[in-house]
């Protein structure tokens, strides 16, 4: 009787229209065509209910059937992919929350490799990126506690907890011999999800931390503020280094804000319903401003939809690293009120047909990370700062040792601190001064020649 009620269970948990059946000696493969039932192979199901049954009767402490079947069906979720899992009812509700942009923790987004949690990206402006976890860290314990043998969930929890709690974690990082611990002091992590500040007065900066339900609106209103209070504006440096990435249709809307019209991304899955092609409005709301896209390997998932899509319109120069490789979709599927599963359902592709999985965006001008200093030139005297010296005759400001010096400095601060901004901004004001050129004549023009 128990081995049947285990089967008549576990039929009822797959889902009618399913049948149980022997697999003929021709054939082991299980049939799934249209119009045909989906045959259950018994003999895996007899396998699967003799472990049930030694573990129910013979496993040192007792268990429910209730807690061993849900243990079966997180298990089954945990071979799939890494993306994959079974929402619990508090993991259900993280997953609520995250998406709202304020959650409790220590602000990483993290997956599963080789059994160990890894670090997708810190977040922005929260403990765990203030105490210098960095992208690709592999976190083996959680305080006292190893993280190999734990699920992605039971990891999470215990990164969960009070504000101003400490939670020391031990990580191994490339380049560094041996684990080493950091502790951090958990908070309430509010993401603010975009920001943006003005450089050298004509550029600007766009940083988006993470895509949340809003993020497209914010872009969009953060540009139209810009372009109002900077009329002159040049340019935009688009910043998705180590934003892991979230809701799909943020990432969809803010490509949009600089394309004009076109596709932006397209699934394809197994389901009908998988897939799906999303495009931009036309209008391109910084009117072909010249934009240039930071990436590293912390840029994941909707990150790389976005990069993806300007790369292939020829709209923006991606520049840093290569990034994270998440190319995936993943659809919540409520099981019950409080409960659902997060599966992977499709895979995403770039306007151009490419896919992202594992293999990620490369960008157009490869910039590591590095720290770079500027070498400080001697102060010489120059021209400027002769006495009796001639006046520049256009009535332009002159600009001496102590002008340049300045300048050396704003540019090496920026140099030293971010090198990859440094280069993007480099790069951006190339592009600017390509696109004011002007158009090239019948070659009658003259241009005025004087001496050295």
Same mark, same amino acid.
């Given at each position: 009787m128990r081995f049947a009620g285990i089967l008549l269970t576990l039929a009822a948990l797959l889902g009618a229209p399913w049948s149980l059946a022997q697999p003929a000696a021709s054939d082991s493969a299980d049939v799934e065509a249209s119009g045909q039932q989906a045959l259950l192979p018994l003999e895996d199901l007899r396998t699967f209910t003799r472990v049930y049954d030694h573990i129910r009767s013979s496993y040192v402490e007792e268990l429910s059937d209730s807690e061993l079947l849900e243990y079966a069906i997180k298990g089954m979720m945990a071979e799939l992919d890494p993306h994959s899992?079974? !929402?619990?009812? /508090? &993991? @259900?509700?993280d997953l609520q929350v995250n998406t709202s942009g304020e959650f409790g923790? $220590?602000? =990483?987004e993290?997956?599963?490799?080789?059994?160990?949690?890894?670090? =997708? &990206?810190p977040i922005d402006d929260t403990p765990?990126?203030?105490?210098?976890?960095?992208?690709?860290? !592999? =976190?083996?314990? *959680?305080g006292d506690q190893p993280v190999k043998g734990m699920s992605l969930n039971e990891a999470v929890a215990i990164m969960r907890g009070p504000k101003g709690s400490d939670l020391t974690v031990t990580i191994v990082r490339d380049g560094i011999d041996q684990p080493f611990d950091i502790t951090i +002091? #958990?908070? %309430? %992590?509010?993401?603010? &999800?975009? #920001? +943006?500040?003005?450089?050298?007065?004509?550029? !600007?900066? *766009?940083? %988006?931390? +993470? @895509?949340?339900? &809003? +993020?497209?609106?914010?872009?969009?209103?953060?540009?139209?503020?810009? $372009?109002?209070?900077?009329?002159? %504006?040049?340019?935009?440096?688009? /910043? $998705?280094r180590n934003n892991p990435g979230g809701v799909l249709q943020a990432s969809v809307d803010v490509a949009d804000a600089f394309l004009d019209g076109g596709l932006v991304v397209y699934t394809e899955g197994r389901l009908e319903s998988s897939y799906s092609r999303y495009n931009a409005n036309p209008g391109d709301t910084l009117d072909g401003l010249p934009v240039v896209v930071l990436i590293n390997d912390g840029s994941a998932s909707a990150s790389e939809i976005v990069a993806g899509a300007l790369q292939d319109h020829h709209r923006a120069v991606i520049l840093g690293t290569r990034s994270f490789g998440k190319g995936s979709v993943q659809t919540v599927v409520p099981i019950t009120e409080s409960r659902a599963i997060k599966l992977t359902t499709a895979r995403y592709y770039t306007p151009g047909g490419r896919s992202i999985q594992a293999q990620g965006i490369e960008p157009d001008v490869i910039v590591e990370r590095a720290k770079v200093t500027a070498v400080k030139p001697r102060l010489r005297t120059t021209e400027a700062d002769l006495a009796g010296h001639l006046n520049n005759g256009n009535g332009e400001d002159e600009v001496g040792s102590k002008a340049r010096e300045r300048e050396t400095s704003s540019s090496s601060s920026l140099l030293s601190n971010d090198n990859q901004l440094h280069e993007a901004l480099n790069l951006l004001k190339g592009l600017n001064i390509f696109r004011q050129q002007p158009t090239a004549t019948d070659g009658n023009d003259t241009a005025r020649v004087g001496a050295p």
């Open positions: 899992a079974y !929402l619990d009812a /508090d &993991s @259900f509700e923790g $220590l602000g =990483i993290v997956g599963m490799e080789n059994g160990f949690v890894k670090v =997708i &990206s765990a990126q203030q105490a210098g976890v960095e992208a690709g860290d !592999l =976190i083996i314990r *959680l +002091t #958990r908070d %309430i %992590i509010k993401v603010r &999800s975009v #920001r +943006t500040k003005m450089l050298d007065d004509n550029y !600007l900066y *766009l940083r %988006i931390a +993470t @895509f949340q339900v &809003s +993020t497209g609106k914010d872009v969009q209103e953060k540009l139209a503020k810009t $372009l109002a209070d900077y009329p002159g %504006i040049e340019g935009v440096i688009l /910043d $998705l």
